[in-house]
């Protein structure tokens, strides 16, 4: 089985759909793989080794889409836990994390090329187009 084979459309479209980055996709990974416990910014940001900023975007990020709930505070700092809001949400987080363990390289791809994506169809939007009646 290809690399490109082993993803199917309905898992690049979760991917970009709900993962900006590696980074981002490592916070999943993290807390899919550890769904009973609870974690703030800092502890992921700890274990992960990254940022406590962009983790907390992370974590508030997937919470707003329904892949992780926020549970309580310690102090300042919020926590969340894997928890997605239907069983076709944690069925396609399965499915990337199992994909990921294999295809890695295929899916950072699939997350960097994105943004080219866009750009070429910001880039044509502005692309002078000959008008038909000018012949």
């Known amino acids: 089985m290809t690399e490109k084979a082993a993803l ?6 979760f991917i970009l759909e709900y ?14 793989t550890h769904p009973k416990k609870e974690w703030s910014a800092s ?4 274990e ?15 919470s707003s889409k329904g892949i992780f709930i ?10 969340y ?6 069983e076709e949400l944690a069925a396609k ?12 390289l295929r899916i950072i791809t699939l997350i ?9 169809g910001f880039a044509d939007a502005f692309k002078i187009r000959k008008d038909p009646k000018d012949g």
């Open 8 to 13: 199917d459309e309905s898992l690049k479209s």
């Open 19 to 32: 993962i900006e980055s590696v980074g981002q996709l490592e916070v999943l990974k993290l807390l899919a």
């Open 43 to 46: 502890m992921v940001s700890q």
């Open 48 to 62: 992960l080794r990254g940022n406590d900023s962009s983790t907390a975007k992370y974590l508030a990020d997937f």
């Open 70 to 79: 926020e549970t309580s505070k310690i102090q300042k700092e919020r926590l």
């Open 81 to 86: 836990r894997y928890q997605p809001k239907n």
């Open 93 to 104: 987080v399965a499915a990337l994390i199992a994909a990921y363990a294999t295809y890695n």
């Open 112 to 120: 960097y090329d994105r943004p080219v994506e866009r750009l070429r």
